[in-house]
């Protein structure tokens, strides 16, 4: 890339940070966070002519209004997921971003990890055939106990779902990606095992509670799920099921994909990211190790170290904005990332699962936005 652009990260928490360490490492991006309570410093970097994009890592309420006034005032925009807690919201930010001309972005970076673009160059070039069976789970234990708190588990700040939105729509948006297949009908089921939960009188960050100290608290009615399961479709043949999970002990931050074909099958876990099984009716199974020079050429710019050198999540945000800074820098370049139509997309995919559960029924996916 040329000369450095000047970018504004809304939201000091733990995505905030994490965006801010992505960009600083890409190297021609100068940063900054802003503090979402702080209307008129965010107001400030909107009307700042040097600042080009905003990145909004804030909760997810405040994603469409942020989002509507930094492409009105002619920002480029990279949102953290869900792009908005709406269906609605999320086509109009989508169509305001066409009209604007503004790049934009939903952050499903999950898609970025090497071994994840692996498989879908694999099922590209053929090697797994006919794409029978996609099934998985994305599973967590950050909010196993009443007494585990963060701003996600309030529907005033989250939205009506929790468990799915929040990583069940990463799991749904990585299984799209690397099949080529849309979620065409679905039947959900969802759980709020804890009815109620103990909130702390004080602010805790997300992925804090294991280690902070116990403190006077109220207890609160919990309307978001902590578990969410689905089977569904993916057009006439093709089959699936998957769980979102935030109450699975011992499951850090566990994102297992499998995809089974007529002539191999692949399966990848982020707890070991550098790591592809490849399963064979009538061959030997193999598990590959992630290796650049080894990889599908599609694959291979994806995975910046050598062999041997891991890979993690960190540098999918890298490999997501990257690309996004590349894209500013030239207006004509095909984008090569998730944008809000693909948040739009996890949304239609959502309202469907809430609307399975409300009438325990399958239920049609509506098609492309």
């Keep these: 890339m040329g000369l450095t652009v000047r970018a504004a990260v809304i939201g000091t928490g733990f995505m905030g940070r994490v965006h801010l360490e992505a960009l600083r490492r890409l190297g021609t991006v100068e940063a900054y966070l802003v503090n979402p309570r702080s209307e008129p410093d965010f107001r400030k970097a909107l009307a700042d002519p040097a600042v080009e994009a905003i990145h909004i890592c804030t909760p997810n309420a405040l994603h469409f209004p942020m989002a509507q006034a930094a492409l009105e005032a002619g920002k480029h925009v990279l949102c953290e997921k869900p792009l908005a807690t709406s269906v609605e919201d999320a086509r109009k930010l989508t169509q305001l971003a066409r009209a604007r001309g503004r790049r934009n972005c939903t952050c499903h970076n999950l898609r970025y990890y090497p071994l994840v673009q692996q498989m879908r160059r694999m099922r590209e070039d053929g090697d797994l055939g006919e794409i029978l069976v996609v099934q998985g789970t994305y599973s967590q234990d950050w909010l196993l106990y009443d007494t585990d708190w963060n701003w996600r588990i309030d529907s005033r700040d989250n939205g009506p779902s929790r468990a799915w939105a929040d990583i069940g729509s990463h799991w749904c948006d990585m299984a799209e990606h690397a099949t080529g297949l849309r979620i065409t009908a679905l039947c959900a089921d969802l759980q709020t095992f804890h009815q109620t939960r103990k909130r702390p009188m004080g602010s805790i960050e997300t992925f804090a509670g294991k280690t902070h100290a ?58 070991r990211p550098d790591e592809l099984w490849v399963g064979r009716r009538n061959a030997n199974n193999q598990v590959l190790v992630k290796d650049p020079a080894l990889l599908h050429a599609g694959a291979r710019p994806y995975a910046d170290l050598p062999g041997g050198h891991s890979e993690g999540y960190d540098d999918t945000f890298k490999q997501t904005f990257r690309r996004f800074y590349q894209s500013i820098e030239n207006p004509g370049a095909e984008p090569e990332y998730p944008q809000f139509a693909d948040g739009l997309r996890q949304l239609i995919v959502l309202e469907a699962a809430l609307e399975s559960h409300r009438r325990r029924a399958w239920v049609e996916v509506a098609g492309e936005p």
């Design 214 to 271: 116990p403190a006077e608290s109220t207890e609160v009615s919990i309307d978001t799920e902590d578990f969410g399961a689905a089977i569904f479709r993916m057009g006439e043949r093709t089959r699936g099921a998957f769980t979102a999970s935030q109450v699975s002990a011992g499951r850090k931050n566990r994102l297992s994909l499998e995809i089974y074909g007529t002539k191999a099958s692949v399966a990848w876990d982020q707890e």
